[in-house]
C-alpha cells in the first residue's frame, strides 16, 4: 500500500527496476537501438572489399574500370543512404505510433531490418552493388523509427526516478552494436573479401530476437490511457511493470496528463509548431540534435579508418585502434547510465560538449603537426579518444531523455517525429559530405565540428532547465515563464512534492 499523508491522498513510491521492465527495456534496446549502432560502422572496416566489389561489378558489366571520382560518390552514396532512409523513418514516427502504439511500432519495424539483411547477404552472389545502395536506406528507415520509439516506450514505462538511466539504455546499444560492427570488421574476423557479406546480413539477428520475444511485455501504459483510455490494461501493464498492485497515484499523475490535454487532441507536426506552449522544448530539442550529429561524431564512426591514416597510423594498426575506441564508447555509455539520476541531464550536456569542443581543436592543431613532431599521431588518436569521452558522456545519450521529458502525451510523437527528421538529416549531411571536405580542408575540418560544440554549450547554458526527476506537467511548466503561457491551477497551486492534486486541479496552458 502507497504512504499517505496532508489531505489522505497517496504519494507516490520510488519506481524500481523489476524484471519485466528490465527485460522490456533490454529487448526494446537489443532489437532496435543494437541495429542503429551496427550499421552506422558496419561498413567502415571492410570498405576498402566493399568498393573492390564495385569496382569489379562495374567493370564486368561495362568492360572499363570506374573513375576514381564516380567510386567516391558511390561510396559516399552508400555510406549516407543509411542516414537518409533514418530521416524518411523519422517521417514515420508520429502516424505509426499514434495508430500502432508504442510496442507495436517495434515490432512492425523489424520489417525493415529483416528484409534488408537478406539484400545485403546476397548482394555479392546476385553482383549488384545497386542492392547494398537500396538495403542501406531500407535499414536506414528501420533506424529512424527505433531511434525515436525506443526512447519514447522506455521513457513512457519507466517510473521517474529511472527514467534517465533507463532512456541511455538505447545509446549504450548503440555504442555496443558500434563496437560488435567495429571487433567482427577485424580482418582475421569478417573485415575481408569473403566475410563482408555475412557482415552486413547479420543485422536482421537482433530484430528477429525482438520479434519473438517483445510481443510478452506490456505497451506503454501511458499510451493505453491517455491515447486508447484503456484504464483496465494500464492497470495490468504497470502492475507488471512495477511489480506491486497500488499504482494508484500513477494512474492519478496519468490521468491529470491527460485532462490537460483533452483540448489538444493528438498534435500534429504543424499544430505542433503553432503551439506557443511548446515553442521553447521544440526549439530545444532541435538545437540539441542538430548539435549531436554535426559535432562530428559520426564522421569520426563512418570514416575512422581514413582519420587514423590521415593521423599516421600504421595500416595495420587501424583495425585495433577502431576497436580501442568503440570500447571506450560503450564504457562511457555504461558510465552514464549510473551517473544520469546524480548528476542531471545538464550537466552532462554541457561537460559533453565542452570535451568534444576542445578535443576538435586538439585534433585539429595535432593533424597539422604530425609531419614535424614524430610523437604527434599519439596525440591525434587520444584527441579522438577524448572527443569519444566527451560525446558519450552527454551529446550522445541525453538529447532523447530530455527529448522524452520536455513533450507530454499527445505531443511526444509529433515532437519526436521534429526531432528524428532534424537528426538524420544532419547525419545524411555529415555522412555525405566529409569526404570532400576532408579533401579541401584538411585537418582544419574539425574547426567546423569545434565551433558546432561551442554553440550547441552556449545554448544548453542559457536555455535548457534540469528535468530529471521532475514529472512531465512539472517540465511543462518549467518551460511556462519562456514559452509566455499562463498557467491555469484550478483551485490553487501544485500540491506539495510527493503528493498530486485531483483531476479537476490539472495543469493547463492557454495562450495570453
Given at each position: 500500500?502507497?504512504?499517505?499523508?496532508?489531505?489522505?491522498?497517496?504519494?507516490?513510491?520510488?519506481?524500481?527496476?523489476?524484471?519485466?521492465?528490465?527485460?522490456?527495456?533490454?529487448?526494446?534496446?537489443?532489437?532496435?537501438?543494437?541495429?542503429?549502432?551496427?550499421?552506422?560502422?558496419?561498413?567502415?572496416?571492410?570498405?576498402?572489399?566493399?568498393?573492390?566489389?564495385?569496382?569489379?561489378?562495374?567493370?564486368?558489366?561495362?568492360?572499363?574500370?570506374?573513375?576514381?571520382?564516380?567510386?567516391?560518390?558511390?561510396?559516399?552514396?552508400?555510406?549516407?543512404?543509411?542516414?537518409?532512409?533514418?530521416?524518411?523513418?523519422?517521417?514515420?514516427?508520429?502516424?505509426?505510433?499514434?495508430?500502432?502504439?508504442?510496442?507495436?511500432?517495434?515490432?512492425?519495424?523489424?520489417?525493415?531490418?529483416?528484409?534488408?539483411?537478406?539484400?545485403?547477404?546476397?548482394?555479392?552472389?546476385?553482383?549488384?552493388?545497386?542492392?547494398?545502395?537500396?538495403?542501406?536506406?531500407?535499414?536506414?528507415?528501420?533506424?529512424?523509427?527505433?531511434?525515436?520509439?525506443?526512447?519514447?516506450?522506455?521513457?513512457?514505462?519507466?517510473?521517474?526516478?529511472?527514467?534517465?538511466?533507463?532512456?541511455?539504455?538505447?545509446?549504450?546499444?548503440?555504442?555496443?552494436?558500434?563496437?560488435?560492427?567495429?571487433?567482427?570488421?577485424?580482418?582475421?574476423?569478417?573485415?575481408?573479401?569473403?566475410?563482408?557479406?555475412?557482415?552486413?546480413?547479420?543485422?536482421?539477428?537482433?530484430?528477429?530476437?525482438?520479434?519473438?520475444?517483445?510481443?510478452?511485455?506490456?505497451?506503454?501504459?501511458?499510451?493505453?490511457?491517455?491515447?486508447?483510455?484503456?484504464?483496465?490494461?494500464?492497470?495490468?501493464?504497470?502492475?507488471?511493470?512495477?511489480?506491486?498492485?497500488?499504482?494508484?497515484?500513477?494512474?492519478?499523475?496519468?490521468?491529470?496528463?491527460?485532462?490537460?490535454?483533452?483540448?489538444?487532441?493528438?498534435?500534429?507536426?504543424?499544430?505542433?509548431?503553432?503551439?506557443?506552449?511548446?515553442?521553447?522544448?521544440?526549439?530545444?530539442?532541435?538545437?540539441?540534435?542538430?548539435?549531436?550529429?554535426?559535432?562530428?561524431?559520426?564522421?569520426?564512426?563512418?570514416?575512422?579508418?581514413?582519420?587514423?591514416?590521415?593521423?599516421?597510423?600504421?595500416?595495420?594498426?587501424?583495425?585495433?585502434?577502431?576497436?580501442?575506441?568503440?570500447?571506450?564508447?560503450?564504457?562511457?555509455?555504461?558510465?552514464?547510465?549510473?551517473?544520469?539520476?546524480?548528476?542531471?541531464?545538464?550537466?552532462?550536456?554541457?561537460?559533453?560538449?565542452?570535451?568534444?569542443?576542445?578535443?576538435?581543436?586538439?585534433?585539429?592543431?595535432?593533424?597539422?603537426?604530425?609531419?614535424?613532431?614524430?610523437?604527434?599521431?599519439?596525440?591525434?588518436?587520444?584527441?579522438?579518444?577524448?572527443?569519444?569521452?566527451?560525446?558519450?558522456?552527454?551529446?550522445?545519450?541525453?538529447?532523447?531523455?530530455?527529448?522524452?521529458?520536455?513533450?507530454?502525451?499527445?505531443?511526444r510523437p509529433a515532437a519526436f517525429m521534429v526531432a528524428g527528421s532534424v537528426h538524420w538529416l544532419s547525419n545524411f549531411v555529415v555522412g555525405l559530405i566529409f569526404p570532400f571536405l576532408e579533401r579541401g580542408l584538411g585537418p582544419y575540418s574539425f574547426i567546423i565540428f569545434a565551433v558546432i560544440c561551442l554553440v550547441t554549450l552556449i545554448y544548453i547554458w542559457l536555455v535548457v532547465p534540469e528535468t530529471k526527476e521532475k514529472t512531465f506537467l512539472e517540465v511543462f511548466q518549467m518551460f511556462a515563464k519562456s514559452n509566455k503561457v499562463e498557467l491555469n491551477l484550478g483551485d490553487g497551486d501544485l500540491p506539495p512534492k510527493g503528493l498530486k492534486e485531483s483531476p479537476e486541479d490539472a495543469l493547463k496552458a492557454t495562450p495570453f
Amino acid at each position: 500500500m502507497a504512504d499517505t499523508e496532508e489531505w489522505g491522498k497517496p504519494v507516490e513510491r520510488k519506481g524500481r527496476l523489476t524484471v519485466v521492465l528490465a527485460l522490456a527495456t533490454l529487448i526494446a534496446a537489443f532489437g532496435s537501438s543494437f541495429q542503429y549502432g551496427y550499421n552506422v560502422s558496419v561498413v567502415n572496416s571492410p570498405s576498402q572489399f566493399m568498393q573492390q566489389f564495385y569496382n569489379t561489378t562495374y567493370t564486368e558489366r561495362y568492360h572499363s574500370p570506374m573513375e576514381e571520382n564516380i567510386l567516391t560518390l558511390l561510396w559516399s552514396i552508400s555510406v549516407s543512404m543509411f542516414p537518409l532512409g533514418g530521416f524518411f523513418g523519422s517521417l514515420m514516427v508520429a502516424p505509426l505510433a499514434n495508430k500502432l502504439g508504442r510496442k507495436g511500432t517495434l515490432l512492425f519495424n523489424n520489417i525493415f531490418s529483416i528484409v534488408p539483411a537478406i539484400m545485403m547477404g546476397v548482394s555479392e552472389i546476385a553482383k549488384s552493388y545497386e542492392i547494398i545502395i537500396v538495403a542501406r536506406f531500407i535499414v536506414g528507415i528501420c533506424a529512424g523509427l527505433s531511434s525515436t520509439v525506443v526512447p519514447m516506450y522506455l521513457g513512457e514505462i519507466a517510473p521517474k526516478n529511472l527514467r534517465g538511466a533507463l532512456c541511455i539504455v538505447p545509446e549504450l546499444f548503440i555504442t555496443f552494436g558500434i563496437l560488435c560492427a567495429q571487433v567482427l570488421g577485424l580482418r582475421n574476423i569478417l573485415g575481408n573479401s569473403t566475410g563482408w557479406t555475412l557482415m552486413l546480413g547479420l543485422t536482421g539477428i537482433p530484430a528477429a530476437i525482438q520479434l519473438l520475444l517483445l510481443p510478452f511485455f506490456p505497451e506503454s501504459p501511458r499510451y493505453m490511457l491517455i491515447q486508447n483510455g484503456d484504464e483496465q490494461k494500464t492497470t495490468k501493464a504497470l502492475q507488471r511493470l512495477r511489480g506491486w498492485d497500488d499504482v494508484d497515484s500513477e494512474l492519478l499523475e496519468m490521468r491529470q496528463e491527460d485532462q490537460s490535454e483533452k483540448a489538444e487532441g493528438h498534435l500534429s507536426v504543424f499544430s505542433l509548431l503553432a503551439q506557443r506552449s511548446l515553442r521553447w522544448q521544440l526549439i530545444s530539442i532541435v538545437v540539441m540534435m542538430m548539435g549531436q550529429q554535426l559535432s562530428g561524431v559520426n564522421a569520426i564512426y563512418y570514416y575512422a579508418d581514413i582519420i587514423y591514416s590521415s593521423a599516421g597510423v600504421r595500416e595495420s594498426d587501424i583495425q585495433y585502434v577502431t576497436v580501442g575506441t568503440g570500447a571506450v564508447n560503450v564504457f562511457m555509455s555504461v558510465i552514464a547510465v549510473f551517473i544520469v539520476e546524480a548528476s542531471g541531464r545538464r550537466l552532462l550536456l554541457l561537460c559533453g560538449f565542452g570535451i568534444c569542443c576542445g578535443a576538435s581543436v586538439l585534433l585539429t592543431v595535432a593533424l597539422n603537426l604530425q609531419e614535424t613532431v614524430t610523437w604527434m599521431p599519439y596525440v591525434s588518436i587520444a584527441s579522438v579518444i577524448i572527443y569519444i569521452i566527451g560525446h558519450g558522456m552527454g551529446p550522445s545519450p541525453i538529447p532523447p531523455v530530455v527529448g522524452t521529458e520536455m513533450f507530454r502525451q499527445t505531443a511526444r510523437p509529433a515532437a519526436f517525429m521534429v526531432a528524428g527528421s532534424v537528426h538524420w538529416l544532419s547525419n545524411f549531411v555529415v555522412g555525405l559530405i566529409f569526404p570532400f571536405l576532408e579533401r579541401g580542408l584538411g585537418p582544419y575540418s574539425f574547426i567546423i565540428f569545434a565551433v558546432i560544440c561551442l554553440v550547441t554549450l552556449i545554448y544548453i547554458w542559457l536555455v535548457v532547465p534540469e528535468t530529471k526527476e521532475k514529472t512531465f506537467l512539472e517540465v511543462f511548466q518549467m518551460f511556462a515563464k519562456s514559452n509566455k503561457v499562463e498557467l491555469n491551477l484550478g483551485d490553487g497551486d501544485l500540491p506539495p512534492k510527493g503528493l498530486k492534486e485531483s483531476p479537476e486541479d490539472a495543469l493547463k496552458a492557454t495562450p495570453f
